[in-house]
């Protein structure tokens, strides 16, 4: 499932810098071209050069400059920065962690090559290893506001709202940049602290008239936590200051979804993306509501277009794979999946994913690969348990299917999908006694299950015990009218207990709703599986 | 051993293991003695193609690019000389390039020489190039004595007259038997008890010859991905065809008067004539691929009404429509009722719609146990038969996939596939048993007709695959146990000569078995016409009931076993000779 968040808190656990300083590249070039001087004395001048190039996007230029600089002087800190530093723009995240961390151990105080080493682990979403860099620059500028500022957003991708807190708080409250009000108000209401977070009100509101966006980005938090009249009071005051930004419509869409105005919460997004049509935070926005309204196609192709515009962000390829998978289009997931696993190969969320894709997708060998390594890394999941089973199924290995649907089931006694499978695994052996009982299980548990109380009415057809058949055949026809195989059962019992009327319209419904069902022809083995995988949280 | 048991092991500790250890050492000791008992009971299903002298070989393109050149390769049994010896023709089909060069393949009739031997007649028998040929059907539509050959191809059919002398005239177009469609399944069946065997003829796709539709070409020209053969689904579907014999010598269309000419054109295949609800008027079940199958009651007065989907044996459990293939009937049950298996694609399974009576069907496969096992296969020709004469009949069937591009797909399907043996467990399930009948049927083979008979008058079934890539497979019933059997053949007198749909109920002690003679069934395939009951320790069938086709019914009483016996109707057992048509003879 799509998360239901595309809120600020969302935006601060899972985009780079750029939302929390205007351009932060120029700022630590800056810094280090400050701390270039005062560190080495050395080379000031090609150093001087090769910041300006940077800034200028010659990369090329200013790496063969330090390349040269470095050839003299291996141990230059400020060069090996700078080259850190292309080779973050570059991607490359292992070169530049190597040549930052050479640079900070070469000189220990030296700020730039801290900030951008924990930008390369921002970058890479390792939250404990930038936050321990964050940590030691923060050591060496304790009242810093750019430093306690980042340290704050990485303490809120953690949800650690009290040490978030504890580094705004350091900064001197005349030298607070606008920036760290909407991380103070989250750190407040992470802490159950609605006063203080209004408190702020009155300086949002000050700020908010050179620095428009700012209260975009307070009613961002406050409807993260709920506070939605809050939120829509902020976003009143901040249609009054046009221009109205494409991140004001978002957050007015948020406003309105969350009230159930979903039209004009569309409109909304729309009108975001319309205004800045490279928005992942609107495309994800305006996915996660059509994906609401079980409008999965869509819903994928605007997350197909987050992934052309964010090709490498996690977030956005865990919801093109969900999403695809919900869509039917198991192959797009898989490939999602694939590409997640490679920038994620230990993330147990992305190994899931790309087990439950591969299963939907009929390619069950890899599935079970996948799944089995999920439940290593998580054995007590019984979801995973469930889809590892199910997989099984398709690979016609019915003992270590049963073991694993018994075992979801020992983790979670109330697991009904596990029951209808063992029930529907029993059946498919031959022993309907037992997959009675199990079937009895799930429609206890949840009488509202359909496919469990259908299939517990087919096999009491088949015993020939007419009047169980008919309660479960009903109920199933109630709760899931347009399926097919009911109508057929329900025309089959009929026949048998001589309702030849009912039974013959019973058939008719079954032809009816078969047509509609199957339209145009299907090849052999195109039949999508019966039963869905379950598909991996939000 | 299974996944779940190293889960299990792994999570024990030593002192365990040790003992999961012996426990499982001693639960494979006991699973494979028990095998062994078994096996050792059990005959075994010979391969002896090589040594009969059959050369015969379907034609076939290594491709498959159009369906027409999976769908053939019915094998029919037919005692065409009337020795006593059931013969075998082989259907053969060009491939489509052949076809469009003009070329023709050539089928084959072969004499069984008696000694475990068989001569190839067809040039004298003039039974060698047809048509494009199907599948193969006998009956004797003119009551001359001599079983006649019906061949079913793409552009119609065509009826073989059997002169009595070893050769055969192609009568269709005297017979009025006009078809120009791509005939698939056929049986002769008096669905009007005059006499006179009627013939129904299940049409597959429109498929000409000069209108190929493009390999690969669209959704319904892929497996998996792959660029395949087109069809069934995405091709337009041909009506079928029944055919009132007028006593004369020819026959009168009269499909849609008797309501069975399948005005949606659904992809008709295996087809079978039966009294399901023993009313006394023959019923028709046709298996239709990816479409419904028809399930026709007889409701008298020449009309005919599909009930097949409050029978319960239109679509699988679930109400799916699968794959209908090939087509065996049986009372393995032993409740009097004949029953239904339809063989089906992979990924389907093979269904066994259990005769409830009352023209009710239910789909026990699975509770039989027979579904499971056959998932994986693409069936074609099957039948129930008693496999070791112990008065069950067991279930046998052939597979083999469509498309040889399977191969290179990692889904599971291989193109050759193994055939399976189910063995009759007496309480309405069977056992799969095909590793412990021989090395034979677990060889892969393209396999699609399939036709049952006692070929060496040993009271054995044997069985005649046709492969439609190479040589057919002639499976030789040996060895095993010393259970007694009694064969009948049945020859009509009010009713049509060959006895088709005759039905023939033996009692030798607590066995009571009902069986019929039939023409068609299994996959575009002919099975011996004589009935074969196995009788287990009987050494005398104490009494058996017959209701022939003209309503009469007979009964003889106390019977030797291991046996051959010849009825006439209405005058109990004869000799042979009393049967055996003279060649003159014409009705």
Redesign the interface.
């Known amino acids: 499932m799509i998360s239901s968040r595309v809120g600020y808190l969302t935006k601060v656990r899972t985009r780079t810098f750029e939302g929390l300083a205007a351009c932060p590249l120029v700022i630590f070039l800056l810094l280090s071209l400050l701390a270039a001087s005062a560190a080495s004395g050395e080379n000031p001048q090609e150093i001087h050069r090769a910041a300006a190039l940077i800034q200028a996007g010659k990369l090329d230029e200013a790496e063969a400059l330090l390349w040269d600089v470095l050839k003299q002087r291996p141990e230059n800190a400020p060069a090996l920065n700078l080259l850190g530093s292309i080779r973050l723009q570059q991607k490359r995240f292992a070169e530049s962690e190597t040549l930052l961390t050479r640079a900070t151990s070469l000189t220990p105080d030296f700020l730039p090559a801290r900030i951008n080493l924990s930008r390369v682990f921002h970058a890479q979403s390792q939250i404990d290893k930038e936050i321990a860099t964050l940590v030691e620059a923060a050591r060496l500028a304790p009242t810093d506001p750019e430093i306690n500022t980042m340290l704050a957003a990485a303490y809120l991708k953690q949800n650690d709202y009290r040490q978030s807190l504890e580094a705004l708080q350091r900064i001197p409250a005349a030298r607070r940049p606008d920036k760290a009000l909407p991380l103070l108000a989250a750190s407040y209401l992470g802490l159950g602290s609605i006063r203080e977070a209004r408190a702020l009100v009155p300086a949002v509101m000050s700020r908010a008239a050179k620095n428009p966006g700012l209260l975009v980005e307070f009613s961002e938090v406050l409807l993260d936590f709920d506070l939605v009249p809050d939120a829509q009071a902020a976003l009143q005051i901040a249609e009054k200051r046009p221009p109205l930004t494409s991140e004001f419509f978002l957050a007015m869409g948020r406003a309105r979804e969350r009230k159930g105005e979903l039209v004009l919460a569309q409109k909304n997004f729309q009108r975001a993306l319309d205004l800045d049509p490279k928005s992942v935070s609107a495309l994800q926005a305006l996915a996660h509501l059509l994906a609401d309204q079980g409008k999965w196609q869509k819903s994928m192709e605007l997350l197909a277009r987050c992934r052309a515009i964010s090709p490498d962000s996690p977030e956005v390829l865990r919801k093109f794979a969900a999403t695809s998978l919900h869509a039917g289009h198991a192959a797009d997931a898989v490939d999602a999946a694939q590409q997640l696993i490679k920038l994620r190969p230990e993330e147990a969320e992305a190994v899931y994913l790309l087990g439950v894709a591969q299963l939907q997708n ?1 390619d069950f ?1 890899q599935a079970r690969s996948s799944l089995e390594k999920y439940v290593k890394l998580r054995p007590a999941d019984p979801l995973a348990l469930l889809a590892l089973g199910m997989d ?1 199924v398709n690979l ?2 019915f ?2 299917a ?2 694993n649907f018994e075992q979801c089931i020992q983790l979670n006694p109330k697991q009904v999908e596990a029951y209808y499978e063992l029930g529907s695994l029993s ?4 022993d ?1 006694p037992s997959a009675i009982s199990y079937l009895e299980k799930a429609v206890a548990i949840d009488p509202g299950h359909a496919r469990a109380q259908a299939l517990l009415g ?1 096999l009491y ?2 015993q020939r015990d007419y009047s169980k058949a008919q309660e479960h055949l009903t109920r199933a026809a109630e709760l899931a009218p347009n399926v ?2 009911t ?3 329900l ?2 019992l009929f ?2 207990t001589n309702q ?1 009327d009912h ?2 319209k019973e ?1 008719d419904q ?2 009816k709703l ?1 047509e509609k069902e199957n339209p145009g ?7 999508p599986a ?1 039963t869905s995988p379950p598909y991996p949280p939000s | 051993m299974t996944r779940a048991l190293r889960i299990s092991i792994s999570e024990l500790s030593c002192p365990s293991v040790v003992v999961l250890g012996v426990f499982v050492a001693l639960f494979s000791f006991a699973t494979t003695v028990l095998s062994q008992q078994i096996s050792a009971q059990l005959p075994q299903l010979v391969d002896i193609t090589d040594s009969t002298g059959i050369k015969f070989e379907h034609l076939s393109s290594s491709e498959k690019k159009y369906i027409v050149e999976s769908m053939g390769g019915g094998v029919a049994l037919i005692d065409y000389d009337r020795d006593g010896l059931p013969d075998i023709y082989f259907t053969n089909s060009p491939t489509v390039d052949m076809a469009l060069a003009g070329k023709k393949a050539r089928g084959a009739l072969y004499h069984n020489n008696g000694d475990g031997t068989f001569t190839d007649v067809t040039d004298k028998a003039g039974v060698g190039y047809p048509c494009f040929a199907m599948g193969a059907v006998v009956g004797d539509y003119n009551n001359d004595g001599w079983p006649d050959l019906l061949v079913t191809c793409l552009g119609g059919i065509v009826l073989y007259r059997n002169n009595g002398d070893g050769t055969f005239t192609d009568v269709t177009k005297q017979a009025g038997l006009v078809d120009t469609q791509f005939a698939a399944g056929a049986a002769f069946g008096d669905y009007d008890a005059d006499g006179f065997v009627d013939l129904f003829i299940s049409h597959y796709v429109d498929f000409h010859l000069d209108d190929l539709p493009k390999f690969g070409s669209s959704k319904t020209c892929q497996y998996h991905g792959l660029a395949v053969q087109c069809g069934p689904r995405g091709l337009k579907g041909a009506g079928d065809l029944l055919f009132h014999n007028n006593g004369d010598g020819t026959f009168t269309d009269v499909s849609k008067a008797a309501g069975v000419d399948d005005p949606h054109g659904y992809y008709g295949l295996g087809t079978v004539w039966s009294d399901f609800n023993d009313d006394g008027r023959l019923d028709l079940f046709v298996a239709n691929d990816s479409t419904p199958n028809f399930l026709y009651r007889n409701d008298g007065k020449g009309h005919f009404t599909d009930v097949a989907f409050i029978a319960g044996a239109a679509v699988s459990q679930d109400g799916s429509e699968q794959a209908g293939m090939g087509v065996a009937l049986g009372d393995y049950l032993h409740t009097g009722r004949h029953s239904l298996f339809v063989t089906h694609f992979s990924e389907e399974y093979a269904a066994l719609f259990r005769n409830d009576g009352g023209m009710s069907f239910t789909d026990v496969s699975f509770q039989a146990g027979v579904a499971s096992p056959t998932i994986p296969y693409v069936g074609w020709g099957t039948a129930f038969f008693d496999f070791d004469n112990d008065g069950w009949p067991d279930l046998f069937m052939v597979n083999g996939h469509v498309y040889p591009q399977v191969d290179t797909l990692d889904v599971g399907a291989r193109y050759r596939e193994p055939k399976l043996l189910f063995l009759n467990q007496r309480d309405g399930t069977f056992r799969n048993i095909s590793e412990m009948a021989g090395p034979a049927i677990r060889m892969p083979q393209v396999s699609r007709g399939a036709a049952f008979g006692d070929l060496f008058n040993d009271g054995r079934i044997d069985v005649v695959v046709e492969n439609l890539d190479g040589k057919p497979l002639i499976l030789r019933n040996e060895g095993g146990n010393h259970n007694h059997w009694i064969e009948f053949e049945l020859a009509g007198t009010k009713s049509n000569r060959l006895a088709l749909n005759a039905r023939m109920k033996a009692v030798a002690g607590e066995l009571v078995q009902v069986d019929e003679v039939r023409s068609g069934g299994s996959y575009l395939s002919q099975n011996d016409l004589r009935i074969h009951f196995g009788l287990a320790s009987h050494d005398r069938l104490d009494r058996v009931e017959i209701l022939w086709p003209s309503g009469k019914t007979e009964t003889i009483n106390n019977l030797a076993a291991d046996r051959i016996y010849s009825v006439k109707e209405g005058e109990g057992i004869v000799s042979r000779d009393k049967i055996r048509p003279t060649a003159s003879a014409r009705r």
């Open positions: 009929g060998e099984e016609r290995d003992p270590a049963r073991t059946k498919d052996q031959g309907q087919q057809l088949s097919p195989d109508h057929y059962q025309g089959l026949a048998r030849h039974a013959q058939m079954f032809r078969k022809p299907v090849s052999p083995g195109s039949a019966p």
